[in-house]
């Protein structure tokens, strides 16, 4: 089994930061990307940044220039910093690991059970 946890979501007012943190526990034998989704009411869960195992990263339009994703792969954990934010940031975010948990098997995917981020204005 695999558990994520995310940590660090919470009420910030407009132009202001925040860290999330996901650590994934478990059974795990290689991790391949790391991401964060979010999905704010009455929308669709969307990507927000992604990296690979060797550091390759991808943004949404709407978040580049001002969030950073990076992985520490001896921690197992992923990280989002938040800056500039604004209140059409504010939604639940998802981390989400696609990994391996034994040599040769098939990647699969595993989620957070999300935090909040509340942007106010």
């Known amino acids: 089994q695999v558990q994520l946890v995310e940590s660090g979501g919470g009420l910030v007012q407009a132009g202001g930061s925040l860290r999330l943190s996901c650590a994934a526990s478990g059974s795990i034998f290689s991790i391949n990307v790391m991401g964060w989704y979010r999905q704010a009411p009455g929308k669709q869960r969307e990507l927000v940044a992604a990296i690979t195992s060797g550091g390759s990263t991808n943004y949404a339009d709407s978040v580049k220039g001002r969030f950073t994703i990076s992985r520490d792969n001896a921690k197992n954990t992923v990280y989002l910093q938040m800056n500039s934010l604004k209140p059409e940031d504010t939604a639940v975010y998802y981390c989400?690991?696609?990994?391996?948990?034994?040599?040769?098997?098939?990647?699969?995917?595993?989620w957070g059970p999300g935090t909040q981020v509340t942007v106010s204005s």
């Open positions: 989400n690991f696609r990994l391996r948990q034994k040599p040769f098997m098939s990647l699969n995917d595993y």
